[in-house]
């Protein structure tokens, strides 16, 4: 079956600009986790949805933004960027139990 | 709140060698379960092996095992008769099972390169 699917997979933006980045989980998977991996800070957790509510969030400031449609696709969305918002996106969906997280190969944002 | 450390930034290992990555991990919750994960320069992040912390027995998969010490939190990854396809980052990660924990915590990631 196909995995998890993000798009785009680079991305540069200006500083000020908002971004939105795609997320498709694998049929079946109603929950897609977010992360953000940057070489300083590592890997963070940025949210979780669940059947297209917010169970969990990560400590980053309200720019950061997401959602799940009821096709469990989720998008995130940062706006007002700056440049240390530059990093590796990964999107991760499971069925429910823990050893089903499948994880994207990521969206690269760079904020020039 | 979870911490997870992983000391060691780089090692390396001679192609059919066994390699011991290292991590610790800090919490309050009973009820968890520990990851590594592999991510090679295409970005993705594969699940090599898991363990639940109720479970006394170390996981295995193939060439890969745990050396699982709940007392200690400690939870290192043996890999042995290393192969070229295994140099890639290695994370190790936690993740409790209890609703607002239940996030997968890493730590910084490990550097692994196989020699030929």
């Known amino acids: 079956k196909a995995g998890v699917t993000q798009t785009p997979r680079y991305l540069i933006k200006t500083r000020g600009q908002q971004v939105t980045l795609s997320c498709s989980p694998i049929?079946?998977?109603?929950?897609v986790s977010w992360y953000q991996q940057t070489p300083g800070q590592g890997l963070q957790f940025l949210f979780e949805y669940f059947s297209e509510t917010q169970r969990n969030k990560g400590n980053f400031p309200g720019r950061f933004s997401g959602r799940q449609f009821s096709n469990s696709r989720s998008e995130m969305n940062v706006s007002t960027l700056e440049l240390g918002d530059s990093a590796l996106y990964l999107c991760?969906?499971?069925?429910?139990?823990?050893?089903?997280?499948?994880f994207g190969s990521g969206t690269r944002l760079t904020v020039v | 709140a979870q911490t997870v450390t992983q000391s060691q930034p780089e090692m390396s290992v001679q192609e059919a060698e066994t390699v011991t990555l290292s991590c610790t991990y800090d919490t309050s919750e009973s009820n968890y379960y520990l990851f590594w994960y592999k991510q090679p320069p295409s970005r993705q992040m594969i699940l090599v092996i898991r363990?639940?912390?109720?479970?006394?027995q170390n996981a295995t998969e193939n060439r890969f095992s745990v050396n699982f010490q709940k007392a200690a939190k400690s939870f290192s990854l043996k890999i042995s008769d290393s192969q070229l396809g295994d140099t890639a980052m290695y994370f190790c990660a936690f993740m409790a099972l209890t609703g607002a924990n239940s996030k997968l915590t890493f730590g910084k990631g490990i550097t692994l390169s196989v020699r030929p």
């Open positions: 049929s079946g998977h109603r929950s």
């Open positions: 991760a969906s499971r069925f429910g139990s823990p050893d089903g997280y499948t």
């Open positions: 363990q639940e912390a109720y479970k006394q």
